[in-house]
């Protein structure tokens, strides 16, 4: 079964330094995201993207975060000058959409877990 | 935005056991899954059912889309089944673009 792939597992960095976070979504996939978890609460929306630009973003998705897709496979979420409280895990996913197909299913990578010291 | 919410937070059962998970959304939906987050952190897609009712081993679920629940059934538990399960929508259809999780229910198998 296709899978969506993230890179790193684990990241730790540095109060204040930039960091970033890297997805391979599912080739024929035409949707991408970003999703926090922090440790002990829910899966948080941050945003998605669609034809090369972000289609919604959340509250949390301000400008130290941008997210771009550099090559045809690759998918990255960068969260600049990082604070303690951006320590959570990333999940990216991926969907199909292809609307009229009743497929909206998502399809989640296994996540980054990042700690800021 | 749509509301989710489930119902129990929390659920102890012993091994062997059978267990009801609930998901109440507020409006309608295009999409609904069912996903179990194990100890390492990891979302595992159990289920995509926006309607309808679908099996798979020991698990099932049921979505009525007409009353706006769904349900996950999980049978003869085993300690692996451990983990916080989540239910997480998607509304279409110019709603929010992604998916709204709910807060889960944390299922704790004891042997």
């Known amino acids: 079964e296709p899978e969506v792939t993230q890179t790193p597992s684990h990241q730790v960095t540095q109060m204040g330094q930039e960091v970033i976070l890297r997805c391979v979504p599912i080739?024929?996939?035409?949707?991408f995201y970003w999703y926090r978890q922090i440790l002990g609460q829910k899966v948080e929306f941050l945003v998605s993207?669609?034809?090369?630009?972000?289609s919604e973003k959340s509250e949390i998705f301000d400008d130290q975060f941008s997210v771009e897709r550099p090559d045809g496979s690759n998918f990255t979420l960068k969260i600049r000058s990082t604070k303690l409280e951006d320590s959570a895990m990333y999940f990216c996913?991926?969907?199909?959409?292809?609307w009229g197909s009743g497929n909206y299913g998502y399809t989640f990578g296994s996540g980054t877990r990042l700690t800021v010291v | 935005g749509i509301q989710v919410e489930q119902s129990p937070p929390d659920l102890i059962l012993q091994e062997g056991a059978n267990s009801t998970l609930r998901c109440n959304f507020s409006?309608?939906?295009?999409?609904l899954q069912w996903f179990h987050q194990n100890p390492w952190g990891q979302l595992i897609n159990l289920f995509y059912i926006p309607s309808g009712t679908k099996q798979n081993g020991r698990l099932s679920a049921t979505t009525v889309a007409t009353e706006r629940y769904s349900l996950l059934y999980i049978s003869s538990s085993q300690t692996t089944d451990s983990g916080v399960y989540f239910c997480?929508?998607?509304?279409?259809?110019?709603?929010?673009?992604?998916?709204?999780f709910g807060k889960g229910t944390h299922l704790i198998i004891q042997p």
């Open positions: 409006d309608s939906v295009n999409n």
């Open positions: 997480a929508v998607f509304e279409g259809g110019g709603g929010a673009d992604g998916l709204t």
């Open positions: 993207f669609y034809n090369n630009e972000i």
């Open positions: 996913a991926s969907s199909e959409r292809v």
């Open positions: 080739s024929n996939h035409l949707y």
